[in-house]
């Protein structure tokens, strides 16, 4: 079988992303798998879903370190240490620092619940609500300095429903991102997703012109 390509996950709540994750990767024909699952919040759930599938875990506290910078130096040193390959970030509540950003430039995928580019930063269901979509969902993109902003790699998009609360309608779109989030993850193990957006907005033409053929 190929090598897996090494994975490390940054968490700071209850990691259901994570969770789908780690699923994916528990099967031996998945091109990926998790070595190590980093959180700035001790007793942060997803701590134990990593523990529970036998995947190390660290916890890195941000009050701990005098600033940003340290703070992801620290990490960064813990997931070069391991040997990781690629970094995601599921439900990872802290922003990063341009340094650390950078030195994982196109090697730094995040998860994140909108159809982007609406809907930046946080509270997006209300966003979605407030602005009378009739389609929101997820995107899975690669990180950028900018916030919300890189290339995207896969987007799932949901209805948005008449009488949807931000709670009805955020629990759709997680249904949508454990979906989204490994097979996003697959297409760049195999090397299909790159960091140009053109190789997205081709593979999402073939895709529409496969679905006009069938
Ligand atoms: C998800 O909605 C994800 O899109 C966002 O933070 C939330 C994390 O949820 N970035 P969980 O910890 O994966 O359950």
């Known amino acids: 079988m190929t090598k897996k390509l090494k994975v490390g996950v940054l968490i700071s709540g209850r990691g259901t992303n994570l969770q789908a994750l ?5 099967d031996p024909a998945f091109p990926a798998g998790i070595a190590l699952v980093i959180s700035n919040v001790a007793g942060a759930a997803g701590l134990e879903r990593a523990d529970a599938a036998g995947v190390p875990t660290l916890v890195i506290s941000h009050k701990d370190f005098p600033s940003r910078e340290t703070f992801d130096a620290r990490m960064d040193a813990a997931l070069r240490a391991a040997g990781i390959e690629l970094v ?3 439900g990872f509540m802290r922003l990063l620092s341009d340094g650390f ?3 994982w430039r196109g090697k730094m995928i995040n998860i994140h619940p909108s159809l982007l580019p609406s809907f930046k930063g946080m509270h997006t269901h209300a966003q979605a609500l407030a602005a009378g979509v009739e389609q929101h ?5 690669y990180v950028t300095p900018a916030l919300d902003d890189g290339p995207i790699i896969a987007q799932a998009a949901v209805p948005v429903l008449a009488g949807d609360t931000e709670e009805t309608l955020a629990a759709r779109v997680l249904e949508a991102e454990h979906r989204l989030y490994p097979e996003a993850l697959k297409l760049v193990a195999q090397g299909k ?5 053109s190789d997205y907005l081709n ?3 073939a895709e529409a012109q496969k679905q006009r053929e069938d």
Do not use: E
């Open 22 to 26: 780690l699923d994916a990767c528990a």
């Open 203 to 205: 593979r999402r033409g």
């Open 101 to 103: 950003v950078t030195g």
């Open 137 to 141: 969902g997820c995107t899975v993109h």
């Open 88 to 90: 995601c970030l599921a």
């Open 193 to 197: 997703a790159g960091t140009d957006q």
